[in-house]
Every structure is written in C-alpha cells, then in structure tokens.
C-alpha cells in the first residue's frame, strides 16, 4: 500500500469544457426536451458535477486504490466477516456483455439460463444448509434476517397466533440481529451468555414463553464456541411454539462437518461474501440468501423462480402466501454468480475441506499468542476466537493500540470490541485460505507488538506511524459534519 | 499445525460438535470443476440466454456504461475491502463515498446523502420508516397509485411487517390525484407522503404546491426518482421535499438481470440523525491533512442495536464507486445530452407508432421524458406485441395491462433500431 496520502477529490479537477466519455446524441434532442416538458418543471440549478477528461478520471481513482487495503493486498483476519481469498475466475465469470444487457422484464423463455443458475444455485445452498428451499432475493446478510424473521412472523400469523411478538437474541449477538428484529416489528428479549461464551440455556428456557416468535442464534457464536448443546436448545424453542432462526454468518467452519437444519435450526440466511468467497466491495454488494425447512417454502418472498415438470423455469410475482416483496427483482444476480462459480470450483471434496481447515487456522494462530494475549474462552474455537487485550495489561497498552499497530506491520487489523462479553475484545479469524506462512507472519508480529508493549508503550500508544494518515479528529466530523464537497469549499 | 494446537486430528478440534449432528456423507454436489470446465459451464447455462435489444424500463434501462468504469471498478484495492472500518487503510473507499454523496446531494438538491443502500424499493421502505421515526405517534404514510408497483410492494411488505399503515393515494389522469391527497392529509394522522418523478408511466408530474401541503399537515414529503432524470428535472429539494431517493442503476449500470443496483438516499439537514446507513465525513488527522471517516454511527445497528435507525449495516460500495466515475466521466452535460437522446427517441417512437395507429399514448397530453404508457389498440395484446418483438430480437417494453405498452428509450437505441421497431409492430396480425 501506498503510505503517501492522496486525497485529492474529483471536483479538485474540473475544467469548464473537459468531458471523460463520447455518447450517442439525437441531433434534435435538445429540442425536443425543451419541447416536451414545460420549463417549471426542469432543473434550475447547477448540479455541481464535475468536468473531467477520462485519463484523468482513471488516474485519479488508480491513486485512490493505492491508499486502500484488500484481501489482494494482504492478510485481513478481521473477526466475524470471514474475509477469505475472492477467485479470480468468479470476477471474470460475474457478468459478460450479454449479461449485463439482460433487463428483468424479459420473457421467461429468453432468460432460461439466468433462471437455471438461480435454481442451481438455490438447490446447492439448500443442500449445504441442510434446508428445503431457498431464496436469493435478499440482498444482504441484514436484510437476509430480516426476510427470514418476516418468514417467521408469515408462518405465527397464518395459525393465528398473533401473540407472538418477541425475538430472543444472545447479549453476544451481532448488532444486526436486534435491529433486524426491530424493524420486522419485533421487540427484542437478551438471553445471557455464560463464562464460555455459550447461551445460558436456563436462562433460555425461563424466557421461552407463547410471546416468542423466534430465537435467534449464530452456531458457532460470535466468541467462536460451537452451541453443544442445541439439539436441547432446538427442542426447547419448538416446545414453546417457536422457531430457530440461524444467523448464517459464522457458517463457514460448518462447512463439510454439520447443517442447520440437521442441527434443528427452521429458517436461516447465508452471507455469499462470507462463506461463498464473493468479494466485500468495500461495503456491498453482497447477497444473504434465505433457506427455510420443509414447510415453510409458501412464504418465502416474491418473486419465485418456479419449475415445471420439463424443466422449463418460470417466475411468480404474485403468491399470495408469501411474506410479499423484499427486492426490485430475483436479487444480486452477479453475486449469485459468482458464489456459483465458487461452489463448482470447490466441488463436494473441496467444500467439505473448508470448515476443518478454517478452523485448524484459527486453533493454530490462537495456541501460538495465548501465552501473550488473554484468552479468556479456552479452545478449541471453530473458525475465530477472542482475546481480550493483551495478558499483561500493566503498560496500559489497549486493543485498539495493538489494532493500530497491525496496520503500521501491513495487516488489517482484527475485529475490535466485539463482541460485548470482554472490555477488550480481539476478534481474529484467519480463514481457510490463508497459507501457513502468512499465519506464521501474522503470529510473529502479534508478538513482537506484545514485547514493543513492554518495552516501548508510549509508541505503541501513538500508532500507527506508517499509514496513509493517523489518528483522525473523529469527534470534528462528528460535532462539525462536512459530508459534501461544498461543505468543504465553504 | 495440529501439534501446536494440541490436537491429534482437525476432528479433535469438533469434539464440542455432537457426533449425530455431524455430517455422514459428502454433499450431493458436482465434483470440483477446472478453471475451462468452469467456462464451459457457464457458457451453456449463459447460451440459454437472449439478449434483446432493450425498449423495457420500469425502473431499469439500458444504458451505456464507459470502459473506464468497469476498468476502475475492477481495481481489487477497492473490490476486495471490507466496509472502511480501519480508515488510515481505507482512504480510498471512504474518499469516493464522499464523492459520491456530494455527487448525489448535488442532483437532488438536498443537503445529506447517505453512502448509498441495497436498491430503489429497499431506499423507499427505508425513507417510508423514517417518516414515522420522526413523527410524533404518527404511523400513517401515503403512497401514489403511480409509484413504480414492484417499489410500492416493497414498501407494502415493510409496512406490513414493521406496523405502518401504508395507504395508497388514487391516480387521475395518468398522475397522483392531488384532490385525494388534500383529502387524505386532513386526516391530521399522515407521517408521510411517498410520490414518484417521473412516474411509473413515464410522466413527470407537476409538483407545484406539493410540498407545501404536505408540511402544513406536519407530514415529510418523500421524492421517488429515477437517478438520470435528476440532470435535466428540477430537482427534488428545489421541490421542497424533506428525502430523495430511488434506484441510481440508470446511471450507466449494467442491467445484469436485475442487480447489484444501488439505492440512493438523500436528506435535508433536519433529518440528518434519523437516516439509515453509512455517511462519510471530511476531518483532519494529526498531521493536518483532509481526511476522510465514517461518521455520526451513533444511528446504527453495531453502536445502537435495536434502537438503530435501521438494521442496513452495508452499503453497495463499489456501486457507489461506479456512480462517482460514471458521473465523472459524463459529466453534466452528458448527463443532459444522454436525457435530449432518451426523449428525442421515445418521442420518435411515439410519433411513429401512433401514425401505424396500433400504438398510441394513453395520457397524450401529459408531459414525458424518455418513458411513455402506450394504449394498445384492438385485435392486439401488449402480451403478443412482447412475444413477437422477442422473436424478432426486441424487448418492446413492459406489460402495465393486457392492453397498456410500457416503454423506454435511450441513448443505445439506434434510428434503426427504432425504425425496425415500427415495421414488426405495424406487420403484426390483427386478431378481430
């Protein structure tokens, strides 16, 4: 990475009478717009974009890159996002020219391979998931909850048992889950998590009442540790009229050794830029499928992709059982496409390689620090675990210094503060696709950053020194927002 | 590795796993493909598949994208990033973030944007729940009969699930029937206003007074538009609406059958701590520097939970580095250039279909851009119009009703295109 700062904006560039691309133009269009619609109606002020010629434009965004960090730049071992390797035959398999120009309007029968693919990949999601059907619409892991909890809400309002009004979420759970709950029109009820990081299963029981629509859990949870005991769980919540919702986000150490569904679970979402490799983007897009168990397909949303005895495919866009409808159309199709790409890359064998070798990475990086950094969960962890804070805390050195300094070593840093259960909370997953000397790597400047805590804390305490910027005045942005380019002209 | 881990086999480390939980036999799935199977593979699957040449709108066009866009999307610094959570390593994303909110902020003439959201139904469920958020024990928000229908069900499903009472305001004359909305709102119960520009027929409705009417019921005023219109249609904070947003794919995004889009959001400043998503801040870092980070996150999910303004934690990312390239690249003047094309070329069509007098606007007066409703004349069906263009290679637009022609032009439609349009509609057999 680039450890020179380029923040110059796009608008910095502008030149009356520069343009970056050549469009086809009716020569009468001016004309006929002003024709067409009448003057009240048209714009009347400048839109402030800006003019700019095209290598200009590519030059400006390749030095924006160079201040930026991937997974192709270097080792993310960022806690709960399960930021693996993104194949490069998924990126080029995405879309193509006749891809890209199919609109959503087109007639089945000119989109039956577009509809095979969201079949094919629906049924290998279901099979993975251990569930009955899914759907690809949504197009997020928190609107993936979202759709699943509306499933859920769907099925308790079909038998009347309107009631049901409340979700159990664990103090340990991501922030998505109550807030997902929240907007599906639930209110959220915390069941305690125990020393180990497991859900209190008493704790549980005493909160199951005929006001739960659902318990959400993630297995393993968001401290790493497998929920030994949810078959006893399972049988809990379906005693008390509820359904188990999986939080697919921590499914990849699951791959190749145990299904949700198989574990109990009713409904779940999976992150296809988690488990399917498909790439984060900086924040989106990506795609959180929805698998229900048998049973509750009917309510899953509109659109479906539906198939005929032939095997012709088609799409229904008016089911009056489904929950309703969550997207414009049939989801993020190029997402789709390459977490395709990914499970026919991996094949069965592969896939089933995957979740033992995430967590032989993660065991391994965490027996080789702990004698360093806290741990305050013992393993063996699954695909990620916590430290809190460094073991010996007397130099005042904290997680966020030791995060900062990863960043001067050329590693992202881990997840931090997350979850709540620890006041310094380091969240490490390393994922499969990291070789063993990257974890070594890895390993060897965790300690050296635990040695510098003692010999130079005061360093430690200023870092990072070697990033693009430092230390940013997080508050100023806050108490003072400058959010648009002519904020900052002003 | 093992050793390290104490552990004499990786089934060691799933000992917590119960042994009937675990999987007994190897997932009924292919066998792993190579690199050229893979190829192989997807392009049978993408064989099945027949591009037509687009007259189809609806929310989703077909325009053209620039090489450069795709080339700088493609840099993997910013594909392979996670959200900036880490911004001494994440100047880039969040610097075209920003870009791109003073972008949008600059079309919509409004004051804050957002980092962007999922799409144009999912960016209207969330302005809906933000009415009633900042409403006073009001959860009551209107929605025109000419919203695009697949965003009004969206909404519907949100309303439903999330207990807001979401009712539809009539359509007249092919627009939003403000005698009915006057009336609606007298309710004094109304949080919210939901109207579309242009319209789902393609018709850019007179707003005149709108805004006005809706705030002295103390109701927010809600613009749904479609993003390329912004650079030739007044504007909808210049409107006096309180929340702009919609789908940005007409900014040159691929159609890819149907996503990733992008939904925009943008916000006068009153409403600023009650928007859903990220928003990206300028600030300085110890050096002095202008910087860029993520800010006032006290609204959302990880800090907030279930109070959050929302449950949305991503943003569509490297859509939004698309739509701040895009706009780079075209410019205002492209902008408006490529909505003179549009209109000239739906008028054209217009003109020359009525001639046939097969096809013909259905609210002839009514204003439009590059998108028309057009009625069906008898012995045709808008269904057999689309079966038989498809034949022939075109999408002819979209079906509203068995005799109500959806359709759209713009810059990627030839003369030729066009012509050859009129000559299968006008040789198709009339069935009395």
């Known amino acids: 990475m680039n450890r020179t700062l380029y923040n110059k904006l796009i608008f910095e560039y502008s030149r009356e009478g520069r343009v970056g691309a050549a469009l086809p133009a009716a020569k009468d269009g001016a004309r006929v717009l002003s024709d067409a619609i009448p003057g009240h109606l048209m714009r009347d002020s400048d839109p402030g974009l800006p003019r700019v010629d095209e ?164 297995n393993p949870n968001t401290a790493g540790m497998f929920e030994s005991e949810i078959p006893a769980i399972a049988e809990a919540v379906h005693a008390a009229g509820a359904l188990l919702y999986y939080d697919g986000a921590n499914l990849n150490p699951m791959l190749g050794v145990a299904r949700p569904g198989d574990m109990g679970f009713d409904v779940m979402h999976i992150n296809l830029h988690k488990t399917f490799s498909t790439p984060h983007g900086g924040g989106g897009p990506g795609a959180g499928p929805v698998g229900v168990r048998a049973g509750l397909e009917k309510y899953l949303p509109n659109p479906r992709v ?36 990914y499970i026919l890359t991996m094949g069965a064998e592969g896939l089933s390689e995957v979740g033992p070798l995430a967590t032989l990475a993660a065991n391994y990086v965490m027996a080789s620090l702990s004698d360093v950094y806290e741990l305050p969960i013992p393993g063996p962890c699954k695909h990620e675990f916590v430290f809190d804070g460094l073991k010996d805390k007397s130099s005042g050195v904290t997680t966020l210094n030791v995060a900062k300094r990863l960043l001067d070593y050329g590693f992202h840093a881990p997840t931090i503060y997350f979850p709540l259960l620890f006041h310094e909370s380091l969240m490490i997953e390393p994922t499969e696709t990291e070789s063993r000397d990257t974890l070594d790597a890895f390993i060897s400047v965790m300690r050296k950053i635990a040695s510098e805590a003692a010999s130079e804390p005061e360093m430690l305490k200023q870092a990072p020194h070697h990033t693009p910027m430092a230390h940013p005045d997080e508050t100023e942005a806050a108490m003072h927002p400058r959010l648009t380019y002519s904020e900052l002209k002003d | 590795m093992l050793e390290r881990c104490g552990a004499k086999s990786v089934d060691d480390l799933y000992a917590d796993v119960p042994k009937h939980l675990q999987l007994k036999h190897p997932y009924a799935l292919p066998q792993a493909m190579t690199e050229p199977e893979l190829r192989d593979y997807f392009a049978k699957l993408d064989a099945d598949n027949i591009p037509l040449r687009c007259f189809a709108g609806g929310g989703v066009y077909h325009h053209f994208t620039p090489a450069a866009v795709d080339s700088i999307l493609s840099r993997s610094e910013f594909l392979t990033a996670y959200t900036p959570y880490q911004p001494e390593i994440s100047q880039g994303t969040l610097q075209y973030i920003f870009e791109y909110q003073s972008m949008m902020c600059g079309l919509t003439g409004l004051d804050v944007s957002n980092a962007s959201l999922y799409d144009g139904t999912t960016a209207t469920a969330e302005a809906m729940m933000m009415c009633v958020a900042s409403a006073r024990r009001k959860n009551r928000v209107l929605i025109s009969a000419t919203v695009n229908p697949a965003v009004a069900q969206v909404c519907g499903t949100y309303a ?188 054209r069509l217009a003109s020359l279909l009525e001639a046939g007098k ?31 263009l498809a034949q022939n290679g075109i999408l002819a637009g979209i079906e509203v009703a068995p005799d109500r022609l959806l359709v759209a032009c713009t810059e990627m439609q030839s003369e030729a295109d066009i012509e050859r349009y009129v000559e299968l509609v006008n040789a198709l057999p009339i069935h009395e």
């Open chain 1, 306 to 341: 539906t198939e005929s005895a032939d095997g012709t495919l088609s799409v229904t866009t008016d089911s009056d059982d489904a929950l309703g409808r969550i997207s414009l159309w049939l989801g993020n199709y190029t997402v789709l496409r390459r977490a395709l790409a």
């Open chain 1, 55 to 218: 290598p200009t434009v590519v030059r400006h965004y390749t030095n924006m890159s160079t201040n930026n960090f991937g997974v192709d730049s270097g080792f993310y071992p960022l806690g709960s996002c399960t930021m693996k390797y993104n194949p490069k035959i998924n990126e080029a398999l995405a879309s193509s020219p006749s891809v890209a120009a199919l609109h959503p309007a087109q007639p089945v029968c000119t989109v039956q391979g577009a509809l095979r693919l969201y079949r094919t990949l629906e049924k290998a999601l279901a099979e993975i998931g251990g569930m009955a059907e899914f759907t690809l619409n949504p197009y997020a892991g928190a609107q993936g909850e979202l759709t699943g909890l509306m499933v859920i809400r769907a099925y308790h309002a079909e038998r009347g048992d309107a009631a049901r009004t409340r979700v159990i979420v664990p103090d340990s759970a991501h922030g998505t889950n109550p807030a997902s709950a929240a907007v599906a029109g639930l209110e959220v009820v915390e069941v305690r998590s125990r020393a180990d990081g497991r859900v209190d299963v008493d704790d549980l029981r005493a909160k199951l009442d005929d006001t739960i629509a659902a318990v959400m859990l993630t």
């Open chain 2, 358 to 388: 097969r096809l013909s606007p259905v609210y002839p007066h009514r204003p439009y851009l590059n998108e028309v409703l057009l009625k069906v004349g008898d012995g045709l069906t808008a269904r057999t119009i689309i079966d038989s």
């Open chain 2, 160 to 347: 439903r699930w999330h207990g807001i009472a979401l009712d539809t305001i009539p359509e007249r004359d092919g627009v939003t029937d403000r005698d009915s909305l006057r009336d609606m709102l007298g309710a004094g119960d109304v949080a919210g206003v939901i109207l579309p520009q242009p319209n789902y027929y393609g018709i850019v409705e007179d707003l005149t007074g709108v805004a006005d009417e809706v705030h002295a019921a103390k109701a927010l005023l809600v613009l749904n538009c479609v993003a390329s219109t912004l650079g030739v249609l007044r504007s909808p904070g210049s409107w006096g609406a309180d929340i702009a947003v919609g789908d940005a794919q007409s900014l040159g995004m691929p159609m890819n059958y149907g996503g990733p889009y992008l939904g925009y959001m943008c916000c006068t400043r009153a409403l600023m701590r009650k928007m859903p998503g990220r928003i990206v801040g300028a600030t300085t870092d110890a050096k002095g520097q202008r910087v860029f980070v993520l800010t006032l996150q006290a609204r959302e999910q990880h800090i907030r939970r279930d109070k959050a303004t929302s449950n949305i934690c991503s943003n569509q990312g490297i859509m939004a580095l698309h739509v701040a390239s895009y706009l780079s690249l075209i410019g205002p003047d492209g902008l408006r250039r490529i909505n003179e094309t549009g209109c000239s070329r739906a008028h």
